[in-house]
């Protein structure tokens, strides 16, 4: 077993919020040492905890939608796919609960070192864009999202693409005017991928 298989192992076994998750532990990601485009999300909702497979519901397929990937490269060697929390986390008042705060502090910075070809991080929604652009981060996710030219080149923050979002989608038409085309060109570039995809 090599380094990087017995990381991914222990990430399988982890439970250290188990009393915290009402259905228990389930880490859910996607990584490969070739990978070269990370996303970093927030915690699996409850169908994903059920089929094991990191986006497989709604939101993943928006998100799909907006990099203009097929589910074959998505779920490909060049695609790494790290949430904030590994583990559905439960309901709350409004949606699933947060992510659990133990997870990234323990394994993303050990995920990270096994993933040395990564260009491109896209960070979604608020929990991952607070925990990476720190002190960069803007007052809102509207604005952290409308700033996406003022972070790195390989860094591009990104609202969360639940269907849940259709309102601030018609709110911020500018998200589908400018940052997707930005977006999709970079994934593009980077994954050589040609029109036909």
Not at 105 to 123: G, V
Not at 179 to 195: A, C, F, G, T
């Amino acid at each position: 077993m090599t380094k990087t298989q017995e990381l991914f192992a222990k990430i399988k076994r982890c439970s250290i919020c188990a009393a915290h998750l009402p259905l228990g532990p389930n880490p859910i990601f996607q990584a490969n040492p070739k990978a070269k485009i990370i996303i970093i999300g927030q915690a699996p909702g409850k169908k994903v905890h059920e089929t094991s497979i990191p986006w497989d519901d709604p939101s993943g397929k928006n998100l799909r939608k907006w990099l203009g990937v097929s589910e074959e490269i998505f779920y490909s060697h060049q695609i790494a796919l790290m949430p904030m929390g590994f583990c559905y986390p439960g309901k709350g008042k409004s949606g699933d609960l947060p992510p659990r705060p133990e997870c990234a502090p323990e394994w993303h910075d050990l995920l990270l070192k096994q993933m040395p070809e990564i260009q491109l991080t896209l960070l979604i929604g608020q929990y991952a864009q607070a925990y990476y652009l720190r002190d960069d981060i803007k007052q809102s996710l509207t604005e952290t999202v409308q700033a996406y030219k003022d972070y790195k080149s390989n860094v591009i923050p990104l609202p969360h693409p639940s269907p849940r979002n259709r309102f601030w989608m018609a709110k911020n038409p500018w998200f589908e005017s400018e940052v997707i085309p930005y977006l999709q060109l970079n994934v593009k570039e980077l994954l050589k991928i040609s029109s036909h995809n």
